[in-house]
């Protein structure tokens, strides 16, 4: 069980913007520390895909965003395409672990 | 070009040790925060380690009294000794480098991680 909770999975077709939910508590998020987060196409490592709630590394389309508010943060997705089909995870900090990185459990997004 | 490359993985009976390694190119490992995540076949990622530019390190609770991590400087490498594996051990094992880029680079909880590598397998199982 993640101490920061995705739904397993979401959808959507071409062209559609999705959303992913990342859902803490007052120890992780709702502290106030940053949510990052990754994408993992199948087979490959784990990319950066948003750092710091909000912030895009260089390269990542700004069709990705990241938004946070209380205990929950959120990566929604505009423009849907084909090669954004991959698994999505979200990664802050949680003081009830000693201040250590925690994922969430992934998301698998499956563009239709 | 920035870049991590892992390597050691293997299959290892129960009990038993491995050492793995990520080789750095493009950057300095110890003048940066340097972790190790894994990923069960199927399942997602879990951090298991950490080791700060000034030395200081930490575990999972999972790994940890079993889990080494340390550097060498002079290969600009990172090491993970893995002993007493367990089956729940079985895992791609990912390096990867925990960059900062506010002001309070200080404290870890303001860093993610911004370059991974490949992966290296490792396999527990008799």
């Known amino acids: 069980q993640s101490v920061l909770t995705q739904p397993p999975s979401v959808s959507g077709a071409p062209g559609q913007r999705v959303t992913i939910s990342c859902t803490g508590s007052s120890s992780n998020i709702g502290a106030g520390y940053d949510v990052h987060w990754y994408q993992q196409v199948p087979g490959t490592a784990p990319k950066l895909l948003i750092y710091?709630?909000?912030n895009r590394p260089s390269g990542v389309p700004d069709r990705f965003s990241g938004s946070k508010s209380g205990t929950s943060a959120s990566l929604a997705i505009t423009g849907l395409q084909a090669e954004d089909e991959a698994d999505y995870y979200c990664?802050?900090?949680?003081?009830?672990?000693?201040?250590?990185?925690?994922f969430g459990g992934g998301t698998q997004l499956t563009v239709l | 070009e920035v870049q991590l490359v892992e390597s050691g993985g293997g299959l290892v009976q129960p009990g038993g040790s491995l050492r793995l390694s990520c080789a750095a190119s493009g950057f300095t490992v110890s003048s940066n925060y340097m972790s190790w995540v894994r990923q069960a076949p199927g399942k997602g990622l879990e951090w298991v380690s950490v080791?700060?530019?000034?030395?200081?390190?930490y575990y999972a609770d999972s790994v940890k009294g079993r889990f080494t991590i340390s550097r060498d400087n002079s290969k600009n490498t990172l090491y993970l000794q893995m002993n007493s594996l367990r089956a729940e051990d079985t895992a791609v094992y990912y390096c990867?480098?925990?960059?900062?880029?506010?002001?309070?680079?200080?404290?870890?909880?303001?860093?993610?991680?911004?370059?991974w590598g490949k992966g290296t397998t490792v396999t527990v199982s008799s």
């Open positions: 990867a480098r925990n960059f900062c880029s506010g002001g309070s680079c200080y404290l870890y909880y303001y860093y993610y991680m911004d370059v």
């Open positions: 710091g709630n909000n």
């Open positions: 990664q802050s900090f949680d003081s009830s672990l000693s201040g250590l990185p925690v």
């Open positions: 080791i700060y530019s000034g030395g200081s390190i």
